[in-house]
């Protein structure tokens, strides 16, 4: 396990690597994506530990091999894991330092949208033709059951809250504060008592 300051720089350097990564097929690039959710979140009146969760919730996807640029991965003893679910893998990385409520926002953000296109008709009508293929891939809308077992996590409402958070981080300009400012929450939140 990681002391807390070395996790807090692993963690940043992963958000500075997503500079360099575009955000799926979205004009921003991860770190902006993360930078702006988080920014929602705080606007919001989020508390502390659901605006780490939004800025981290992508994690998962800043700790594999991006295409070209592999090669800027990791460095020293760090090896990048094999692709999986990034909300599963973000969560994996992080599990020893967070809450269990930014751990269960993490992972189950697509979840939250498989939810969302259940529970609300009208987003399952806005979702983009690329955002329709993803849902498939994630399992598609929820059956009954697994509407009834999300509702009843206590963090449900905040995973959908971050969900809606991820879904208007995405727009090129907007304003987002300093991973600096992100960062001291950040810090705040990581806990080496698990
Ligand atoms: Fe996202």
């Not at 296109?117 to 009508?125: I, L, N, Q, V």
């Not at 993803?134 to 809250?161: H, I, N, W």
Request: hydrophobic content about 35%; overall charge negative.
């Amino acid at each position: 396990m990681k002391g807390a300051s070395e996790m807090t720089e692993f963690i940043r350097e992963r958000l500075e690597d997503g500079k360099h990564r575009q955000y799926g097929q979205e004009p921003v690039s991860e770190l902006v994506h993360a930078l702006q959710c988080a920014t929602l979140a705080e606007d919001e009146g989020a508390d502390d530990e659901l605006v780490v969760a939004a800025l981290l919730h992508d994690f998962g996807r800043l700790v594999v091999e991006d295409g070209d640029l592999s090669d800027s991965v990791g460095g020293g003893s760090w090896t990048p894991p094999k692709h999986g679910d990034h909300g599963e893998l973000g969560a994996e990385q992080l599990h020893e330092y967070f809450s269990d409520r930014i751990l269960f926002c993490i992972r189950n953000h697509a979840e939250a949208k498989r939810y969302l296109c259940t529970a609300e008709p009208e987003y399952f009508a806005r979702l983009s033709k690329g955002s329709v293929v993803t849902l498939e891939k994630q399992g598609g809308k929820m059956d009954e059951e697994e509407r009834a077992t999300f509702e009843s996590s206590p963090y449900c409402a905040d995973v959908v809250r971050l969900r809606r958070w991820d879904d208007r981080g995405k727009v090129p300009g907007a304003e987002a504060k300093s991973l600096d400012h992100w960062m001291a929450k950040v810090e705040q939140q990581i806990r080496t008592d698990r």
